[in-house]
């Protein structure tokens, strides 16, 4: 089995910059698809960015342009960089596998990432 572990969240004013790591430990990490997704209050868990086991990547929207998605297979870890941050980006953020059916996965603690002046 797979553990997941997130850091690097904070706060930070609007246009200011994060990056986010997921460390993973347990599993074979290479061969899996991943993703970060985030959390609102009063709103629903949505994917932020994917990115396959050969590297492509997917960005909702909301981010694109501003975030990056990237992993090092090597030391098992995933980041996701984050630039030009808005207020809107408050949420709570998580790394999980990158899957269709969300409600299949299981969520860690995650790291908190605040944007306010």
């Known amino acids: 089995q797979v553990q997941l572990v997130e850091s690097g969240g904070g706060l930070v004013q609007p246009g200011g910059s994060l990056r986010l790591s997921c460390a993973a430990s347990?599993?074979?990490?290479?061969?899996?698809?991943m993703g970060w997704y985030r959390q609102a209050p009063g709103k629903q868990r949505e994917l932020v960015a994917g990115i396959t086991s050969g590297g492509i990547t997917n960005y909702a929207d909301s981010v694109k342009g501003r975030f990056t998605i990237s992993r090092d297979n090597a030391n098992n870890m995933m980041y996701l960089q984050m630039n030009n941050l808005k207020p809107e980006d408050t949420a709570v953020y998580y790394c999980?596998?990158?899957?269709?059916?969300?409600?299949?996965?299981?969520w860690g603690q995650g790291t908190q990432v605040t944007v306010s002046s």
């Open positions: 999980n596998f990158y899957v269709q059916q969300i409600r299949l996965l299981t």
């Open positions: 347990g599993s074979i990490f290479s061969i899996y698809n």
